[in-house]
């Protein structure tokens, strides 16, 4: 980076970002959450030990973190409202499943899961009663495909995914088709893109993979957001196309929940999953959501005690006492009634620990007022990046190029950064040692994310400062061995 002496090519963003920062109508935000200090991420134990160099400037300043495509950091209300569940828990014992307590701001357990799902629902863009906030999302992916994946050997069985899906939905899909006694060979799809060095997808390339396996496709499963390369996919065109031709379509919303404006209800989706840990900050592991469209949800003649399954039941489900409507869920009758909606695929009850520490964040997001201006500040910001990174030395510039879409209509916060062979490594020590946190992708990629509901348009020059001198860095010692 360039030294005080020098004039850095950087200082007219330095200058716009802190204007910009300033007029941020959201910057509040950021004072909510936990950044980790420089010195926080350069050190190798838990605690701080010695603070007597407190004032030490690392000591004190945020490190730039933009990888809440990865994990979101901590809200600080989030411990308040932990100390608050363990204290019902220690003063309450079994009690607080039940009993409401007057001076405390979280529902009874019993609540919770419901509280969660309402807080959720805007985000996602659904009817308060589409949306569970349960399991974790590959746990959801197979309950909902459980649910909605009837292949018919003979008929429709194939389920389209793409050729470079998240592994987990890939295994999940593999098992789905194994489980129900057919082969991935005859029966899984792959969208590959058409062009190796440009893995993008077009919107046509699916519509036209669709088309191709219609009669015999029973289930699409695709992502809102591609992980690595960051491109938003056109959730209700894709919808639409998948729905005119009978097939069901699950959307994996890992990277687009709590990143983008969603509307599934209005784009008439079918089902969806998502985690909570990355944009939804709700910590490492934390529960999962789940959307079901309310017609896929209807409920028609009980079927688990011996009656006939009917079509388009809720017999398919894999079910479990916590999907039991509430008014008889403690009768202990072995009749299941479902609850109504998306509440009627949970099975187990719900890791209260976990909810409550979703719904702290989620606190936020109702601060920020909800995902339209936190998208519209993602957007700026994402531009505000896209052009530092223009601005790097034409040297530097050589050794990357992004993958991402340019426009902001295809992309969510995150750009993927595409390096040439050899450079991943010492580019990422280079960004650890500048106290920048983004994360890497195998084989050449890394990750930038900024997240709106905490990062600022300085965190944009920051990272590429530390970029350039970075990756500079990693060229020379390619060229060195
Ligand atoms: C796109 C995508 N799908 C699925 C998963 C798996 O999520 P989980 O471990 O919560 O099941 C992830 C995790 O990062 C992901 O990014």
Redesign the pocket.
Known sequence: MATSAEVSPFSGFRARAEALDREDGLRHLRDEFHIPTKADVKRNTLLAGDRSNDAHVDETTPCTYLCGN?LGVQPKRTAARIQQYLATWATQGVQGHFKPLEDSPLPTWLDADHRAAKMMAPIVGAEETEVAVMQ????N?HLLMSAFYRPNPNGRHKIILESK??P??HFAVLSQIRHHGLSPETSMVTIESPFAEDPIISTYDIQALISKHAADTALILL?GIQ?YTGQLLDIPTITAYARKHGIFIIW?L??AAGNVTLSLHDWDVDAAVW?T??YLNGGP?CI?GAFVHSRNSLITTPVLDGEPEPEQSYGHRLSGWWGNEKGTRFQMETKFHPAKGAAGFQISNPSVLDITSLCASLELFELAGGMAPLREKSKRLTAFLEECLAQMSEDAKKLFRTITPSDPNQRGSQLSLLLMDGLLDVTMHGLQEHGIIVDERKPNVVRVAPAPIYNNFNDCVAFVEAFETSLVAAQAAKLNK
């Open positions: 990865s974790t999302l590959t746990a992916l899906a998240f987990s939905d992502p992980y994996d890992a990277h985690c840990y990355k592991g999962g």
